[in-house]
């Protein structure tokens, strides 16, 4: 037996160490995934070992050692999105809904057929805003009985599984539709007017994951966050990016989006609000983001019940801080010289990729 926990063990030191490897290959990337669930089994099997190790044998105390090791590694990464952390965006407390926004986000599931799931969580929650991923022309169907409440849409509705329907109750101006990195995988850029007037930039995102049977690698998830957090630190007005990056809000290409954007997780301090996947409870974990520039507040976010697709709903709702940005939010980690070469590293990977596709035909 003790045999067997010290080799499960030193398999999840192997396993988690895939998270540190700079790589973009599927089966690297995907280790960033399980990250709390590993986590768990690993301070199990580490409690184990200790009860039944011979702490006078030399290999032993390196396994001990090591496990401890794991399990540290593993909590820092993961302790930021526990109740127990300070909150990154602070909460607002009080009643202005002049200066606020409040949004919907749901990867609907295309072949989900269940519409009136989402039509009613959107007549209960009266949202400003309701972003559907995963959307298409029958979900645009389905969807017709939101349109009513909602002032201006903007649709994209693809039966590939990349597309996305935007309802907005505020003005929405300057919108535009952009394929960042792959022709068939569109994102939206808009300006959102408040009810004071005030404006704000949306993002809304749905890049490819990295997986056997969608994309063998990250790199093009990973230039298109890129692309997004650069335009987001340039841009001048309040900023929020929303959508299914098909990432966890601990990996290294979340947390580089965040250095490089400036922009805030409101889910630090809060909790792990794990979105995917519905059916399975202990294999969950935060596919589903929302991040905001530090101009904002938080006023409420929390996960929707399920509506028939395997993604749980998110609802969020933002402040604009009255002294626009100088609350004391918390800030991401800075971004460095070794971030900027990662970052260039990618886009030029990008680059590279479309010139040889284009040099074929």
């Known amino acids: 037996m003790k045999v067997f926990i010290q080799v499960v063990l030193i398999f999840l030191i192997l396993i988690t160490s895939f998270q540190t490897v700079k790589k973009d290959e599927w089966y690297i990337r995907i280790s960033d995934f399980p990250h709390v669930q590993l986590t768990v089994i690993s301070i199990l099997f580490l409690i184990a070992a200790f009860v039944l190790s011979d702490l006078k044998n030399m290999f032993d105390g390196v396994v001990l ?15 930021p999105y526990t109740r127990l952390a300070d ?3 602070k909460d607002w407390k009080g009643d202005d809904d002049e200066q606020s926004i409040s949004i919907i986000e749901s990867n609907v599931l295309m072949d989900n057929e269940d519409y009136e799931k989402l039509v009613n969580q959107v007549k209960q929650y009266q949202p400003d805003m309701v972003i559907a991923l995963e959307t298409d022309e029958k979900w645009e169907e389905g969807l017709r009985g939101i349109e009513k409440d909602f002032r201006v849409s903007i649709k994209i509705p693809l039966d590939n599984t990349y597309g996305i329907l935007l309802y907005s109750k505020l003005e929405l101006k300057n919108n535009k539709i952009e394929y960042l990195i792959e022709e068939d995988v569109p994102s939206i850029e808009t ?3 408040l009810k004071n007037g005030k404006e704000i930039r949306l993002y809304v995102v749905h890049p490819e994951p990295p997986s056997p049977t969608e994309n063998e690698r990250s790199t093009e998830r990973d230039a298109e966050l890129i692309i997004v957090g650069k335009r987001a630190k340039k841009c001048e007005l309040p ?7 098909n990432d966890v809000a601990w990996s290294h290409t979340t947390r580089l989006f965040q250095r490089l954007s400036g922009l805030l997780d409101p889910r630090i301090g809060r909790g792990f609000f794990n979105t995917f996947h519905v059916d399975y409870p202990l294999l969950r974990w935060p596919l589903d983001h929302i991040f905001h520039s530090k101009h904002f507040l938080v006023k409420r976010i929390f996960r929707l019940e399920s509506m028939g697709s395997d993604h749980f709903p998110m609802l969020i709702e933002l402040v604009l801080d009255p002294a626009l940005g100088k609350a004391k939010n918390g800030e991401p980690e800075e971004f460095d010289e070794e971030d900027q070469e990662e970052a260039v590293e990618k886009l030029n990977d990008i680059r590279e990729s479309n010139n040889d596709n284009e040099n074929k035909e």
């Open 87 to 89: 909150k990154q965006a």
């Open 239 to 245: 900023v929020i990016v929303a959508g299914d990056l």
């Open 65 to 79: 050692l090591s496990g401890v090791a794991l399990v540290g590694y593993q909590g820092k990464i993961i302790w």
């Open 191 to 193: 300006d959102v007017i």
